[in-house]
């Protein structure tokens, strides 16, 4: 079974600093990810998605993400981040072999901005 | 845009009560999901329909229940609510096949406390 692990529960980052959001994933084949987020109480938003090809993906809101297989790895990253930024972020893994047509999510990363 | 609308945002039930979450998509999807959101836990998948009349039992299935009449609605039953069962509930829709090539749409989410 597909699992993602976001180690950090809660990032804080100054306006305009560069940002980065781990996330490993364990799976035997490979995955397609995405990334997540969600603005208070509201649902969740696609960020970027990455399914085969170029492993550094662009996505909405001027993210990026890059997959590194021999990591694991899909961490987001955006080089210079806004007050409107702050979130929770997920990551997701979706199993291609397994029928399983659901994604499976990370616990979260919370991003507060100071300004 | 793809819109899924969860009828109710907050909710407020008593231990015991049977409580209905209803969602609807506009996109003509065929999958649609149920997840329940509780910090540090992240998204776990309750149940999910890749058809109407078809459903699956996802990671935490145990005191619910769902119904799908209709391809656009997908509803979630909590028989006989109890207290742990306080939770944030996102429902989600995507598009068919066998791999997951497409992204999750979901709505904003229905909070339901039970005292």
């Known amino acids: 079974a597909q699992s993602v692990t976001q180690p950090d529960i809660h990032i804080t980052v100054s306006e305009g600093a560069s940002l980065e959001l781990r996330c490993n994933y364990s799976?035997?084949?490979?995955?397609?990810l995405f990334w997540y987020v969600q603005s208070p109480g509201q649902g969740l938003q696609l960020l970027l998605k990455?399914?085969?090809?170029?492993?550094l993906v662009q996505g909405i809101k001027g993210f990026e993400a890059e997959f590194k297989r021999s990591q694991s790895s899909f961490n987001l990253r955006k080089p210079s981040v806004h007050w409107s930024d702050a979130a929770e972020y997920f990551c997701?893994?979706?199993?291609?072999?397994?029928?399983?047509?659901?994604?499976?999510f990370g616990s979260g990363t919370r991003l507060q901005v100071q300004p | 845009d793809v819109k899924v609308t969860q009828s109710s945002r907050y909710l407020v039930k008593r231990t015991g009560e049977k409580v209905f979450l209803e969602c609807v998509q506009d996109?003509?999807?065929?999958?649609m999901f149920w997840y329940r959101q509780d910090p540090g836990l992240g998204l776990r998948l309750i149940y999910f329909?890749?058809?109407?009349?078809?459903?699956e039992k996802g990671d935490i299935p145990e005191g619910y229940s769902v119904s799908r009449e209709k391809k656009e609605r997908f509803s979630l039953i909590l028989e006989s609510a109890s207290t742990n069962q306080t939770s944030m509930y996102l429902c989600?829709?995507?598009?068919?096949?066998?791999?997951?090539?497409?992204?999750?749409?979901f709505g904003e989410g229905s909070r339901l406390t039970v005292l």
């Open positions: 990455y399914f085969s090809g170029d492993t």
């Open positions: 989600a829709s995507s598009t068919p096949g066998t791999r997951i090539t497409g992204e999750l749409f």
């Open positions: 799976y035997g084949a490979t995955p397609y």
């Open positions: 329909s890749y058809d109407v009349k078809m459903k």
């Open positions: 997701a893994v979706g199993a291609v072999d397994t029928g399983r047509r659901a994604l499976t």
């Open positions: 996109m003509d999807h065929e999958n």
